[in-house]
């Protein structure tokens, strides 16, 4: 190993990483629907119809009015479906999800790597995935 990073060294470069997420197209796409969802009247008033509705589901459960938070329930869901239904609620959940994605490839790109590294300063193989190499034949067995 060359050299010894400290947690701050690793921090500033996770920021600087960070930037760069900010500045991808997925993000600015991102950005964009965002705005364009909280700009939207019949987006937001769809939104404000289901959190009514769900503090509404919430007093009717704590009181047990099984039925009446059963219509409720159908109501929410069928607001969340018209909701689901307007491009741009499609284009911003998708565009969710690529952002998503993308924090999940570079998690799992560092945590790979940072693991390939272990085994490979202590000797290991990568292709199991073993830390360390047994340097015993048949004895091993027995432990």
């Given at each position: 190993?060359?050299?010894?990073y400290?947690?701050?060294?690793?921090?500033?470069?996770?920021?600087e990483?960070?930037?760069?997420?900010a500045?991808?197209?997925?993000?600015?796409?991102?950005?964009?629907?965002?705005?364009?969802?909280?700009?939207?009247?019949?987006?937001?008033?769809?939104?404000?119809?289901?959190?009514?509705m769900?503090?509404?589901?919430?007093?009717?459960?704590?009181?047990?009015?099984?039925?009446?938070?059963?219509?409720?329930?159908?109501?929410?869901?069928?607001?969340?479906?018209?909701?689901?239904?307007?491009?741009?609620?499609?284009?911003?959940?998708?565009?969710?999800?690529?952002?998503?994605?993308?924090?999940?490839?570079?998690?799992?790109?560092?945590?790979?790597?940072?693991?390939?590294?272990?085994?490979?300063?202590?000797?290991g193989?990568?292709?199991?995935?073993?830390?360390?190499?047994?340097?015993?034949?048949?004895?091993?067995?027995?432990?």
């Open positions: 190993m060359d050299k010894t400290t947690k701050d060294e690793i921090v500033l470069k996770a920021k990483i960070a930037k760069m997420i500045e991808t197209e997925e993000v600015e796409f991102f950005k964009k629907a965002e705005l364009q969802v909280n700009e939207h009247p019949r987006v937001q008033q769809l939104i404000s119809g289901i959190k009514v769900q503090k509404e589901a919430v007093n009717l459960q704590h009181y047990n009015k099984t039925e009446a938070l059963k219509k409720a329930e159908s109501k929410i869901d069928a607001l969340q479906d018209e909701l689901d239904q307007i491009p741009l609620v499609k284009e911003f959940k998708q565009s969710q999800t690529d952002v998503n994605s993308l924090l999940q490839l570079v998690a799992n790109t560092i945590s790979n790597t940072v693991t390939d590294e272990i085994i490979k300063s202590t000797g193989d990568l292709l199991k995935g073993t830390t360390t190499k047994k340097s015993c034949d048949s004895k091993c067995d027995d432990q």
